[in-house]
């Protein structure tokens, strides 16, 4: 039973060591590029209004309600090249460290990230009018906010 028991407790190490060198080969950073190589995307480092200054996110971030967001993605493609775009509640919710503490986000990765909602691109699966936003002061996302509202915006593209 005690052999049982190793056997099962090392099992459960190795899973657990396995996950977390998974997760933290899962970013490639790049500059003011981070590579998600699970999802196949690369996120900005930096939330609009801030700039990569070669060691972290400076400035001030930015707030836009949803009808500022198509002038902050033409900038980026312009100035970046590429098409930027605003997450998907599953691609925000996918960079969200729980176990970090406010803002819940690694932050050697995301630096200055500001521990407050961030816009999604998707609808409220409860009311239309709203969008999604992903809270990084919780880790948890809402259906609630109106498009007028002023949100953080970290930006995102296909690869």
């Not at 960079?95 to 630096?111: L, R």
Request: hydrophobic share 40%; with cysteine; proline share 4%.
């Amino acid at each position: 039973m005690a052999i049982l028991r190793l056997i099962l407790v090392l099992l459960i190490l190795t899973i657990s060591c396995s996950n977390l060198h998974a997760s933290e080969s899962r970013f490639v950073t790049k500059e003011h590029i981070v590579v998600d190589l699970e999802r196949k995307v690369e996120w900005l480092r930096c939330s609009v209004g801030q700039q990569w200054n070669g060691n972290e996110c400076s400035g001030n971030i930015v707030n836009l309600s949803l009808d500022m967001v198509p002038k902050a993605l033409e900038i980026a493609n312009n100035q970046l090249g590429g098409e930027w775009r605003l997450p998907s509640k599953a691609e925000l919710k996918s960079i969200v460290c729980k176990e970090c503490p406010s803002p819940k986000i690694d932050k050697n990765i995301f630096p200055n990230t500001d521990n407050a909602p961030y816009w999604t691109g998707d609808r409220s699966i409860f009311n239309n009018r709203f969008y999604v936003s992903v809270n990084f002061h919780t880790g948890f996302s809402f259906n609630r906010f109106s498009p007028i509202k002023e949100l953080a915006v970290r930006l995102v593209r296909d690869r």
